[in-house]
Structure formats: C-alpha cells, structure tokens
Antibody, heavy 124, light 107 residues
C-alpha cells in the first residue's frame, strides 16, 4: 500500500533553516508528482509546493517563494523541502502528499495519498 | 488566486441525518473540485475528486455535485465516524492550489 513518511520537523529559531524529508513506498515513485501541504495549529490547509514526477517542474505558494525549495531523489524514493529564512508563521504540520494521477498533466492537482505529517515550530 | 468559501462553518447534526456542505469558488473552476475529510490528529483523506467521483474505498453515502462556482458535498446518512472537518480544494487554475476554510460536522 502507499506509504508516505515525513521526518525532519522540530523547533527552530526565526531566520534559521531546516530540511524536511518524505520517504515513500508502495508505488512507482518516479511516476507521480508530489506536494507539500501545511496546516498551522488549529487552522486550515495550505498548499506549499509541488514537484513534477521527473523534477523538471516546481511551483510554490507565494508565501514561501524564494525561501523554500522542493526537490526529489527518485533513486531513493524521497521528497525534500529545504526551508530557509524561517518565520514564525511557518509554524505548522507539514504533510507530504502524492498527486492522485501519474505524470503532470491536466488531471494533476488533487492529493490522493497523504503522509502523517511532521511538526515544524518556529520560535525564539 | 481562486478563493473557495465553505459554508456553513459548523454543521450540528445527529447520526442518521443528512449533511449538505457547500463550497463556492470566486471564479469558475469547471468541475475541478476535490473534497477531503480530516479527523483530529490525522492527515486529510481524499473523498471526492472532479466534483462527483468517489475516491477508492469511499462509501456510497458520500456524494459530490456541482460545476462552475457552486459545489456540494452530501453525506446521505451520517455515521458516527463521519463527524470531522471537511475541506474543498480546486485544481482548475493553478498554481496555487487552494483550499476552502473547512466545515466542521459535529454531533
């Protein structure tokens, strides 16, 4: 079965950096686009970034553009989110999510499977 | 950016009752709406994609309808495990992908 396991969360000071990882199994990793979605404590869901199945396309939410970088290693079935210049408002549970469909075509953009999330707390 | 507005914010119902949740888009999203269920402490789960298609293993009591700017998620007869928060999400015009603010279905 599809499994997505995030790691790397923790407590970090404002302005510092952190890298999240998402280890995947149970599906053809290199066939699917992957997303990061976050949820601040007690709040709703916010899409953060997407990377296409082959890593050639990457898009970001305006709130993280220029600070966060999404990447993937298809040889290790792992997704990453490098987060720099962290702010208090980046505090959230970060979910890794697999797109519902293969590739990166017109049907992409829904989240078919989710990891359990990893908590990032930005605090001084 | 397409803004999704969900209503009501909270729906108070009893098991066995019908739940009707609304999602309105700030501009047409055709039928590119998905619905997710989230229980406390857990990740969201995909229920409906492309407005009316049930995801794998989703019970038939969940149904979606709508097109353009107005969408509805209906739970025909609430089971105890259905009390949760529900989010709509659009993929019509992205990036960014956007979510509604959620509807809490409570007992």
């Amino acid at each position: 079965q599809v499994q997505l396991v995030e790691s790397g969360g923790g407590v970090v000071q404002p302005g510092r950096s952190l890298r999240l990882s998402c280890s995947a199994s149970g599906f053809a990793f290199s066939d699917y686009s992957l997303h990061w979605v976050r949820q601040a404590p007690g709040k709703g869901l916010e899409w953060v970034a997407v990377i296409s199945y082959d890593g050639s396309n990457k898009y970001y939410a305006a709130s993280v553009e220029g600070r966060f970088t999404i990447s993937r290693d298809n040889s290790r079935n792992t997704l990453f989110l490098q987060m720099n210049s962290l702010r208090l408002e980046d505090t959230a549970v970060y979910y890794c999510a697999r797109d519902r469909v293969k590739w990166f075509g017109e049907s992409a953009g829904a989240f078919g499977h989710w990891g359990q999330g990893t908590l990032l707390t930005v605090s001084s | 950016e397409i803004v999704l507005t969900q209503s009501p914010a909270t729906l108070s119902l009893s098991p066995g009752e019908r739940a009707t949740l609304s999602c309105r888009a700030s501009q047409s999203v055709r039928r590119s709406i998905a619905w997710y269920q989230q229980k406390p402490g857990l990740a969201p789960r995909l229920l409906i994609y492309d407005a009316s298609n049930r995801a794998t293993d989703i019970p038939a009591r969940f149904s979606g309808s709508g097109s353009g700017t107005d969408f509805t998620l209906t739970i025909s007869s609430l089971e105890p495990e259905d009390f949760a928060v529900y989010y709509c999400q659009q993929r019509s015009n992205w990036p960014p992908l956007t979510f509604g603010g959620g509807t809490r279905v409570e007992i």
